[in-house]
């Protein structure tokens, strides 16, 4: 895997979704018996071409993605986040940065768009970041609050962002300062469980953990590490007192209680080496997370994983994506 010119090429997001994320990558929970993630899993643009589609399934059942609308551009590596009110819905999803658009190859965007997770349609403006990036570290949310952190730009000096910003998910507008990082990190991904953001990985691939309090504004604290290296933008998610995250050298899943701090246990593997998969789950009512394409050996795949959350394990085979991708941003909600 040649991670340096990957990410020169095309430095990704995470997962929460991808990451992220991430995201992931997932979507908020709430402080009580959450998270309620949401059933409805969303992946967002990305890479290998550039895409604008956003795809979306069921997490609860097996199948391929369908499609649910378009983004303002094609973007690579955005970063997605979901939430809503302190009830424990996750009704909003928020697209946030990105590299591209294919126009524009070179240039990396500071717009902030969102959509109504249940109503399958194109994305409508929120605001702006504080800084135009791609490949951020990671997004988690708490619901009314989604947290933007880290992220690449090489066009800036740093390039590399320890910065985090904030926005109100059920407002529009610009980003607030929240804090710092640890250390400036991007492509990798978060989670959390509603009260605690964690943030796994980042760029070039690293074991390190950190973690914030989502409504309290300040930096970031060292969580632990993982069982090696997370490879870049490896998705991520939770079920409220479990997170995991898939891409451990390309292929492992590593387990954390997220309100314990401590390393990471290796669970099982993904059902073939990737990187550049969000991730998201339907939280612990569904007990269900999934990672969604990736990319490994010149290739971008279309497969989608899951695992059951409370019992874990090796990852089983979900069904494919509408259009195969790395770097997409993954989310969910209802």
Request: proline share 3%.
């Amino acid at each position: 895997m040649d991670y340096i010119n990957y990410v020169k090429q095309s430095p990704m997001m995470g997962v929460i979704g991808y990451g992220g994320g991430a995201t992931s990558l997932g979507r908020y929970g709430s402080q009580g018996p959450g998270p309620f993630n949401g059933n409805r899993a969303i992946a967002s643009g990305g890479g290998g071409p550039r895409i604008n589609n956003i795809q979306y399934s069921s997490i609860s059942s097996t199948g391929n993605f369908s499609d649910f609308g378009n983004l303002d551009a094609a973007l690579y590596a955005p970063v997605a986040a979901s939430g809503g009110d302190v009830g424990g819905d996750a009704t909003r999803g928020l697209v946030m940065g990105g590299y591209g658009p294919a126009a524009a190859p070179n240039s990396r965007v500071d717009t902030i768009q969102y959509i109504t997770i249940a109503s399958t349609s194109n994305t409508s403006d929120f605001g702006n970041l504080a800084r135009a990036s791609n490949n951020a570290l990671g997004a988690v949310s708490n619901g009314p609050r989604i947290v933007h952190c880290g992220g690449y730009n090489d066009t800036l000096s740093p390039a590399t962002r320890e910065e985090m910003d904030y926005v109100e998910t059920l407002t529009t507008g610009n980003t607030t300062s929240f804090g710092n990082l640890a250390s400036a990190r991007y492509a990798g991904s978060g989670t959390g469980d509603g009260s605690r953001g964690i943030l796994f990985g980042g760029y070039s691939p690293t074991n390190s953990i950190d973690y914030i309090t989502i409504a309290t504004e300040g930096n970031s604290t060292d969580f632990g590490d993982l069982s090696a290296n997370a490879s870049t933008s490896s998705g991520s998610f939770g079920n409220g007192t479990l997170a995991f995250v898939g891409g451990i050298g390309e292929l492992g899943i590593d387990k954390i209680t997220v309100q314990t701090t401590g390393n990471g246990t290796d669970v099982g593997d993904l059902t073939a080496n990737r990187w550049g998969n969000p991730g998201c789950s339907n939280g612990s009512t569904g007990d269900r997370g999934i990672w969604m394409g990736g990319y490994d050996d010149g290739v971008n795949s279309n497969v989608v994983d899951y695992i059951t959350m409370s019992s874990a394990g090796n990852a089983t085979d979900f069904g494919n994506l509408h259009t195969a991708t790395r770097g997409a941003s993954g989310m969910s909600g209802d």
